[in-house]
């Protein structure tokens, strides 16, 4: 079987290298190529373009790049179009790899999109394109099996990469070590740094036991925080998020990926998250979720607190930092150990079934496995 796969940042080279694993350890002849990443290739893929081309950060590094990123993904839909496979994959980056799954899908080639985008949170219309694009969705939650089940689209649930990769702390001695994660992007950063240093302050006066760590996820604005930071007694390290968050008793995150990354080892946090007022405007209008992070919309209940733009402030952050710190947290704990085994469902040999099934009854439909 000729299997194309297209994986157009990091995250997706780690996702796609267990998929090509369990590919190949279905069958030994799949020919697996594409768009990919150091570990696709040890997983056993061809690379045919690098993922170094198209694995970009940041909107003005994208509008850098944008005339080599169209002119790369015409060279992916050009070619799949004359050496056409029996299914295309693509993992993650949607805005990239709809594209070219539309365009093959249309010449009759069976589309698989692997990690669901947050249609189910926010500008749902964008089904209709999904449903133009792709023939089988891969979801890492369960509830997407659901949204895309009520609009007639062909769904597996296979499970998340973190949960696989992260497991809930044990014998942890509480301490009152607090963790400071305000985002990757230099916008978030920026707006969330001064609130949590603010409740810094505030808490510090509180009690001046308590001890603070800022993590950063990268070197890029290190020097901007350290000025922030003044005389705080707050330490500072750039890129160890897990190590940093095993060893807190509360992080305060920024909404996002992280929140599931802190929930899946088993500590309480604080979520907070502000956006510039346009994008906010725009974005509660468009969100359908109650919820923002993550641990709330998978329990599909408050089981954190959620500080969202003018209720993310020092004070506010402050307050229920100190709650969740004086109060017993092994229910929490709890609710966190169930979100972890719920998404550990590791599935890829379920996934590569589906997949085959879906090759099989489209061969099947043209004559081909007759022929």
Known sequence: MKI???????????????????????????????????????AGCTQRWDQNLVNVMGFSEVLKKLPSLLRLRKTIID??????PDVFIGVDAPDFNFVIEKKLKKQGVKTVHY????????????IKKIKQST??????????????????????FVGHPL??????????????????????REGEVKRLLPEMLSAVRLMTDQDH???????????????????QIQK???SISVGDAHQRIEQADLVLVASGTATLEVALIGVPMVVVYKLSAM?????????????????????????????????????????????????????????????????????????????????????????????
């Open 279 to 371: 994008s906010y405007f725009i974005a509660s209008r468009l969100v359908k979720s109650p919820y923002v992070s993550l641990p709330n919309v998978i329990a599909n209940q408050a089981l954190v607190p959620e500080l969202i733009q003018k209720d993310a402030s020092g004070e506010n952050i402050a307050q229920h930092a100190i709650e969740i710190l004086n109060r017993d947290n092994q229910f929490l704990v709890k609710e966190f150990s169930a979100i972890h085994a719920q998404l550990k469902h590791d599935d890829d040999d379920q996934a590569v079934k589906a997949i085959m099934d879906l090759v099989g009854d489209s061969q099947q439909s043209s004559g081909r496995v007759h022929e």
């Open 209 to 227: 036991e308590l001890s603070f760590h800022l993590v950063l996820a990268n070197e890029s604005l290190q020097e901007w925080a350290v000025q």
């Open 79 to 84: 070619y799949y179009s004359t050496n056409k």
């Open 115 to 126: 990690i669901s985008p947050s249609v189910w949170a926010w500008r749902q219309s964008r």
């Open 135 to 156: 023939d089988l969705v891969l979801c890492v939650f369960p509830f997407e099996v659901d949204f895309y089940q009520k609009n007639q689209q062909k769904a597996l």
């Open 232 to 234: 705080l007694n707050l």
């Open 4 to 42: 194309a796969i297209s994986a157009a940042e990091t995250s997706g080279d780690l996702i796609g290298s267990k998929l090509v694993q369990a590919l190949k350890a279905q069958n030994t002849d799949h020919q697996i190529e594409g768009l990919a990443g150091e570990k696709m290739i040890a």
């Open 163 to 184: 949960a696989q990769s992260l497991t809930p702390r044990q014998n942890h001695i509480a301490g009152k070590n607090i963790v400071l994660m305000p985002g990757s």
